[in-house]
């Protein structure tokens, strides 16, 4: 285990588009249904930029489930594997993940280091993975509602396009954590705005209904490779989902989306 | 329902004394004609507040949180206070304030045994599944926590309250209301004005403030769910009229105007609300009135001025248009709404109980639409069976006679 703030420090790190895939991936396991698409209006330059081999910027930002950490570092955290799928689906765009998560780290604290790591960086796109913190601690769903909202219009008026993503489903955390507060504020929040959300939360949820991706083990070796697969499959379903509703890109070659 | 319009018009003019019982003169058999509507709306609460529970139902999206901004924790509340009111103050009345004192006493200690054990089944599946599986996905953020780790203090923490994890968040706002009702209900004697002044005070501070809160454990900033400071102008208001009912009611509530406000204010509070809904259910259908708009006004956790002025409007129009013992609440359709809705504590409280073990049949086997039907259907099943237990037993208690009587119905109506 890397010390907590050691992982802190490790923040950016930028996937070229050379990087290989580091585990196989069984498609079928992870199979999203076209339900879990749908949002209107989609994004565009974005999907524009991929298929017409421009340069692409995203930035990640989020907590531990975006670094990785239960599949044992960045180059298995879902960010990393987004990037792997879309160097491999659009070859002539210059793509590149920027993995800005900081475990722990509340909504608020993901506000307040936007002006300074965030939007510098002049992102085509910016992933923001939120709530969990909030919901594990029980803080005020008000406040983290207000955050959200200064955040949004904070990345909009860089001109930077945006997609929200959701806390992790596990059935052993559901009956623990009171999510759904926190759940309907994003499902609010990205309704109001207009902002695409990744409902990591049902997809994972579906995909365990469905018998796949099950952590539930107490060997930590093979917990830590279904971690990986886990985060493989969240990186591809998201390289689908800032795709989704473009015609240009979806034209593309799609060598591994397993729908 | 009044036949006519005028009929309905002069039950306005004791909507607040119409929400009753009729006092005979003997004191101490207290209860003789019981307000039906009561029982029946909060056991149509309770029914929904256990639905809205379950994780992923479809059924919630057709419980009363569809329709009106606040849902049945308002509507609950709001009864409970009403009832709690009414018959506590007749009870401090008629025996002194030690007497409904002790009556309020236990039954906070009551909810804080079913507190407890809630707390008991939430630390078994924590220990059982966090501790034999080490779950991977969260341990970042429960290492943050460390409630795990701490166990010793997490229980102390959850015997002060402070510890509220999910589902757990009701019971203690209802506890620290009813802990506080003695003093309230002796300031409505001595002096309500400054009982009203104080209460509203704090609404506000809540609704200004977002810092006037109580803090949780494990924190840090984690606060209560239920804001019990903004919540308690909810149900010491719903406390105030049931206190008055048994004082001849209030008279201002006897205008029409009033009326047409409520019926103003639930109308809009529907069409607005409810098209929510239909968005929700089909993006493509337009919002004219987005909640981004109102958003500020509908806070949950601080009660905030929609959700608490819907609440009173419904509830101040349903009072008007249906009488007491309107007639379809003695078919036998009602019956279940009814008995669950008397046995209001009980039923909560297993509730509340019915919804974390329904929440884990559902993440464990999941099953779709089907299942969520299933499980939603049974627990309700089971609330409607362990009401009538109890309504059996209290008949048959009631049935050996004696000085059980008087008891037995006082402690009926103040199922609060």
Known sequence: ?259 | MPASRANCFSKIGVAGASWIYLMTAAGRNLAVERDLRLDFFRGLALFCIFIDHLPNNILAAFTLQSVMFSDAAEVFILISGYTAGMVYSRVMEHRGFLVAGIRIYQRVWQLYVAHVFLFMIYMATVAYTVGALNNALYAEEFGATNFLGEPGLALVHALLLHFQPPFMDILPLYIVLLAVLPLVLAGFRLRPWPIFIISVALWLAVQFDSRVALPTYPGPDGVWFFNPLAWQALFFLAAWLGWRNIHGGVSWLNHRWLFWLALGLSLAGFLIRFNWTLHDFYDPIPVPISAKLLWPLLSKSDLGLLRFANVLAVSFLVSSLIHPQARFMAKPAAWPFLICGRNSLYIFCLGILLSVLGHLVLNEFFGGIAMQFAVSAAGVAIMIAVAALLEWLGATHDASGGSAVGASTARRGARG
């Open chain 1, 1 to 259: 285990m890397i010390p907590v703030l050691l992982r802190c420090v490790m923040v950016a790190v930028a996937i070229g588009p050379i990087s290989k895939p580091l585990v196989a991936f069984a498609e079928q396991e992870c199979t999203v249904p076209e339900r879990f698409y749908t949002f209107e209006p989609s994004l565009k330059k974005t999907p524009r930029a991929l298929a017409s081999g421009g340069q692409v910027l995203i930035a990640a930002l989020g907590g531990a489930s975006s670094l990785g950490v239960a599949a044992g570092g960045l180059e298995m955290a879902w960010p990393a594997r987004l990037g792997a799928v879309l160097a491999e689906k659009f070859p002539s765009a210059r793509t590149k993940v920027v993995n800005l998560a900081v475990a722990r780290q509340t909504a608020k604290r993901a506000v307040e280091r936007l002006d300074r790591d965030v939007l510098p960086l002049k992102p085509t796109l910016v992933i923001w993975e939120t709530g969990t913190m909030e919901a594990v601690r029980g803080l005020d769903v008000d406040e983290f509602h207000e955050t959200l909202q200064a955040g949004i219009d904070k990345i909009r008026a860089a001109g930077a396009e945006l997609v929200l993503m959701n806390m992790q489903f596990s059935r052993e955390t559901d009956a623990m954590i009171h999510f759904e507060p926190y759940l309907s504020a994003l499902r609010e929040l990205s309704d109001v705005n207009d902002v695409p959300l990744f409902r990591r939360y049902d997809i994972m949820r579906h995909w365990a209904e469905h018998g796949s991706l099950d952590l539930r083990t107490k060997d930590s070796e093979k917990r830590r490779q279904v971690a990986a697969r886990l985060y493989g499959c969240i990186g591809r379903a998201m390289a689908d989902f800032v795709t989704h509703g473009d015609p240009a890109a979806k034209h593309a070659p799609s060598p591994d989306i397993g729908r």
